[in-house]
C-alpha cells in the first residue's frame, strides 16, 4: 500500500483488517513502524479474502476500499478412507468421500468407480507379503 496522499495529523501506525465468506472484517495486523507492506501468514489455502488497510492519526482511522484476493489451493487435508467391495474376482467397487478440508475449490462430487483389474499371480503374492 501506499501512504495516504492527505493525512490530516501525524500519521501513527497502520492497521489491516482481513474478512473472508462475507463475516466482519477482523484486525490481522497493527503496526506503528508505519512500513507500507507486510506478509500475513497462516491462512487458509484456497480462500477468499478481502482484505482492507487503515491509516490511522490521534484524530482517528481512515480504511482503504477492500482488496480482494484468493489464496492459492493446497492439497487436500483430512481425506477420508474409501469403501472397497469386492464385486467378483476380477473387480472392485470402489466409493469415496470429497475430502474434510478440500484446501482448494470445493467442486469435488461424491463419486463411485468401478474399477475392473485383472491381478496376476505375481503381484497377488506380493501384496500378501
Known amino acids: 500500500w501506499s501512504r495516504p496522499l492527505q493525512i490530516n495529523g501525524v500519521l501513527k501506525f497502520y492497521s489491516i483488517f482481513l474478512s473472508h465468506d462475507g463475516s466482519e472484517p477482523m484486525l490481522a495486523y ?10 500475513l501468514r497462516n491462512l487458509t489455502p484456497g480462500t477468499s479474502y478481502s482484505v482492507t488497510v487503515a491509516a490511522c492519526t ?6 482503504s476500499p477492500p482488496s480482494h484476493v484468493q489464496t492459492e489451493e493446497s492439497t487436500p487435508e483430512n481425506v477420508p478412507e474409501p469403501l472397497v467391495i469386492p464385486l467378483s474376482p476380477h473387480s472392485l467397487n470402489i466409493s469415496w468421500a470429497p ?4 484446501n482448494g475449490k470445493k467442486d469435488i462430487q461424491r463419486a463411485s468407480h468401478k474399477c475392473c483389474a485383472q491381478l496376476n499371480m505375481k503381484h497377488a503374492e506380493l501384496l500378501t507379503e
Open 58 to 63: 490521534g484524530g482517528g482511522c481512515t480504511r
Open 99 to 102: 475430502p474434510e478440508t478440500p
Open 30 to 39: 497493527n503496526s506503528s513502524d508505519l512500513a507500507e507492506e507486510h506478509t
